[in-house]
């Protein structure tokens, strides 16, 4: 079982409907969570960290998390096409140096 | 806040030249910063971890004698990819952290090497 998962895609939405991204997890010892974007051809960026159980909203992007199931997912409300990138979990792994697991991502693609 | 640059952007060189990637914190102080590569199409690869004044930590399979990391400040790190061949083509990305436990990693804008 890979350490991060989620589903390549891609995923495709109409303009203004809700994404909705997924991502499990191996390690059930992970206290951090993180969801990056990246865009065709550039590096990654950070759009939302969560660490307790439940949502955290921020604009139109809610994470959730549920360390029980060991899931964690991204929902993006409105989404526009300029939502279309990648979106990469990313979880800490256990054994210090900072370092993250990030998963293969998930191509979404916002049809206007 | 928490800007990473990175130099250059673009590179194209010559099979067998050397070529130096700098990474910069511009804001904050970088306790580790970490090299990623990354080929079309495919997830980001963890090259290394890089700590201020130690020895960087490789990951399996990456040789640390043909790519060069130094964190000689607690802003700065570089990578040199040393005698560089068509298959180091890649886009090579570095991230710095500022040492606080949620461990958010922020992303230079990445550089991309093209070895003829």
Redesign the interface.
């Given at each position: 079982q890979k350490e991060v998962e989620q589903n390549s895609g891609p995923l495709s939405v109409p303009e203004g409907a809700i994404a909705s991204l997924n991502c499990t997890y191996s390690d059930r010892v992970s206290q951090?969570f993180?969801w990056?974007r990246q865009y065709s051809?550039?590096?990654?960026?950070?759009i939302m960290?969560i660490?307790s159980n439940g949502d955290k909203e921020d604009g139109r992007f809610t994470a959730q998390l549920n360390k029980a199931s060991q899931y964690v997912s991204l929902l993006i409300r409105d989404s526009q096409p300029s939502d279309s990138a990648t979106y990469?979990c990313?979880v800490?792994l256990s054994g210090g140096?900072?370092?993250?697991t990030?998963?293969?991502?998930t191509k979404l693609q916002v049809i206007p | 806040g928490a800007v990473v640059s990175q130099h250059p952007s673009r590179v194209i060189c010559k099979s067998g030249t050397s070529v130096k990637i700098e990474c910069r914190s511009l804001d904050f102080q970088a306790t580790t910063m970490f090299w990623y590569r990354q080929f079309p199409k495919q997830s980001l690869m963890l090259m290394a971890t890089s700590n201020e004044g130690s020895k960087a930590t490789y990951e399996q399979g990456v040789e640390k004698d043909k790519f060069l990391i130094n964190h000689a400040s607690l802003t700065l790190s570089t990578l040199t990819v040393t005698s560089a061949h068509p298959e180091d083509s890649s886009f090579y990305i570095c991230s710095a952290t500022s040492g606080r436990v949620l461990v958010e990693q922020f992303f230079g804008p990445g550089t991309r090497l093209t070895v003829l």
């Amino acid at each position: 079982q890979k350490e991060v998962e989620q589903n390549s895609g891609p995923l495709s939405v109409p303009e203004g409907a809700i994404a909705s991204l997924n991502c499990t997890y191996s390690d059930r010892v992970s206290q951090s969570f993180f969801w990056y974007r990246q865009y065709s051809g550039k590096s990654p960026e950070l759009i939302m960290s969560i660490y307790s159980n439940g949502d955290k909203e921020d604009g139109r992007f809610t994470a959730q998390l549920n360390k029980a199931s060991q899931y964690v997912s991204l929902l993006i409300r409105d989404s526009q096409p300029s939502d279309s990138a990648t979106y990469l979990c990313a979880v800490p792994l256990s054994g210090g140096y900072q370092k993250v697991t990030f998963g293969t991502g998930t191509k979404l693609q916002v049809i206007p | 806040g928490a800007v990473v640059s990175q130099h250059p952007s673009r590179v194209i060189c010559k099979s067998g030249t050397s070529v130096k990637i700098e990474c910069r914190s511009l804001d904050f102080q970088a306790t580790t910063m970490f090299w990623y590569r990354q080929f079309p199409k495919q997830s980001l690869m963890l090259m290394a971890t890089s700590n201020e004044g130690s020895k960087a930590t490789y990951e399996q399979g990456v040789e640390k004698d043909k790519f060069l990391i130094n964190h000689a400040s607690l802003t700065l790190s570089t990578l040199t990819v040393t005698s560089a061949h068509p298959e180091d083509s890649s886009f090579y990305i570095c991230s710095a952290t500022s040492g606080r436990v949620l461990v958010e990693q922020f992303f230079g804008p990445g550089t991309r090497l093209t070895v003829l």
